[in-house]
């Protein structure tokens, strides 16, 4: 199996900055892709940041030039540092991982999220 846990979020004043992990583990095989995603209250969970396994990058346009998104491979863990941020930046965080584990006898692919974790922009 494989976990995902998210840390890093918290209250920041608007213009702040915040830096969120994600660490992934267990019988993991091949990270494919990592993406970030992020739901606030009554909205759906939107995508703003992925990383590939070739290290490529894509931003939501409303997060560009804004974030960034970055990954060590030696310990499984994708990072979101977050600038410049904005009370409309206020949401749950999830990192998602496109993952190849073991399983048993044989690999398995498989999407995995992490439980979340609340970052808040105000004054």
């Known amino acids: 199996q494989v976990q995902l846990v998210e840390s890093g979020g918290g209250l920041v004043q608007p213009g702040g900055s915040l830096r969120l992990s994600c660490a992934a583990s267990?019988?993991?095989?091949?990270?494919?892709?990592m993406d970030w995603y992020r739901q606030a209250p009554g909205n759906q969970r939107e995508f703003i940041a992925g990383i590939g396994y070739d290290r490529s990058k894509n931003y939501a346009d409303s997060v560009k030039d804004r974030f960034t998104i970055s990954k060590d491979n030696a310990k499984n863990t994708v990072y979101l540092q977050m600038n410049n941020l904005k009370p409309e930046d206020t949401a749950v965080y999830y990192c998602?991982?496109?993952?190849?584990?073991?399983?048993?006898?044989?690999?398995?692919?498989?999407?995995?999220w992490g439980q979340g974790t609340q970052v808040t922009v105000s004054s």
């Open positions: 998602n991982g496109t993952i190849t584990a073991y399983a048993r006898t044989r690999l398995e692919t498989d999407a995995y």
């Open positions: 267990g019988s993991i095989f091949r990270i494919h892709a």
